[in-house]
């Protein structure tokens, strides 16, 4: 059967409605159920059409915004790290990327509770992450201890900055391994030193031997292997607790205020300090964490 529309404009510049037409024969009764079916689909339509004026596509832009100004502080504390550490302010270089992991910290999970994760997101932290945990820890330890093995002899120097570039390349595979891996990986364990944790070991020595009047020269030849260190442990494939399923109820909120309590005790007495041990224990507990690992494979083998 034919079925004719007749366009009716209604008042105000609205839509207007569609009037079905059918031809019916003699003895025949209309189709009225064909004749709703239209009309719901004309106001589906016209519904759809004034959903976007509803004011939910600007707060959902703002969700996915929110996390993602987050990265770009973190981008800016990593960018300005490496201009102090170039103009021989390697304390202040140290202070702006542990602002950077604060920063880095607070993104992925404003992303998750206000549920804005997207690929463009993680793309984007790890560009963050390569300028505030790769290439601004290795300068900031360059220009303040590595660059002074020049002055022992030319290949001492190319010791010094094939340290920091080690500690650069590794973070940039890291970082790459990791995007190829976040949809099949184990979301409570890291494979590899995450870069934050790398950075901030290495800046806690910086501060903590520039606090305590220690030069850099007294400590290149200590520096230049364990910046080495930290960027192989970051491609290494050993596995480190990544806190994302920490058990935050397990003995209850009270338990958990004195831990806080207690760290900014700690970080008040001697901040470097207690950066720098927290930073190495991290280090370590990795290694004891896949020996265990293999020990209990062993065991069920």
């Given at each position: 059967?034919?079925?004719?529309k007749l366009?009716?404009s209604?008042?105000g510049g ?17 189709n009225?159920?064909?004749?709703k079916d239209?009309?719901q ?6 519904d ?8 939910k ?5 703002a969700?996915?915004?929110l996390?993602?100004?987050f ?12 201009i102090?550490?170039?103009g021989?302010?390697p304390?202040?270089a140290a202070?702006?990327?542990?602002v950077?992991?604060?920063l ?5 999970r404003v ?5 804005s994760?997207?690929?463009f997101g ?6 963050s992450?390569m ?10 330890v ?5 660059q002074?093995l ?8 190319k010791?010094?900055?094939?340290a920091?570039?080690i500690y ?8 790459a391994r ?5 949809a099949?990986?184990?979301?409570r ?10 950075a901030?070991?290495l ?9 305590n ?16 260190v930290?960027?192989l ?5 050993l596995r480190?607790f ?19 309590v ?7 007495l ?7 041990l927290?930073g ?13 690992g293999r020990r ?5 083998g």
């Open positions: 059967m034919d079925i004719f366009k009716i209604g008042c609205s839509l207007g409605r569609m009037l079905i037409i059918a031809p019916v024969s003699v003895g025949q009764t209309p009225l159920e064909l004749m239209q009309q689909d004309n106001q589906a339509e016209q759809a059409a004034e959903q976007p004026d509803s004011g596509g600007p707060r959902r832009a969700f996915y915004l996390p993602n100004a990265t770009t502080g973190a981008l800016l504390a990593g960018f300005y790290a490496i102090a550490a170039i021989g302010q304390m202040v202070v702006a990327v542990f950077a992991g604060i880095d910290g607070l993104d992925g992303a998750r509770m206000t549920n994760q997207s690929d993680v793309q984007y932290d790890s560009l992450d300028v505030s945990f790769g290439m601004a820890p290795a300068m900031i360059y220009t303040w201890s590595l002074s020049a002055e022992v002899s030319p290949m001492a120097g010791i010094g900055w094939l920091a570039f650069t390349a590794c973070s940039a595979l890291r970082l990791f995007n190829v891996q976040v099949v990986a184990d979301k364990y890291f494979q590899g030193l995450a870069s934050p944790a790398a901030g070991t800046v806690a020595m910086v501060w903590f031997c520039h606090d009047g220690i030069s850099g020269e007294q400590v290149r030849w200590l520096m230049a292997p364990v910046t080495a930290l960027g442990l970051m491609f290494s494939r480190y990544s806190f994302k399923s920490w058990p935050m109820n397990v003995r209850g909120p009270l338990t958990w205020g004195l831990i806080v207690l760290i900014f005790t700690l970080l008040a001697d901040t470097p300090l207690f950066l720098m927290l190495w224990l991290y280090v370590f507990s990795g290694v004891v964490l896949t020996l265990k209990r494979r062993e065991r069920r």
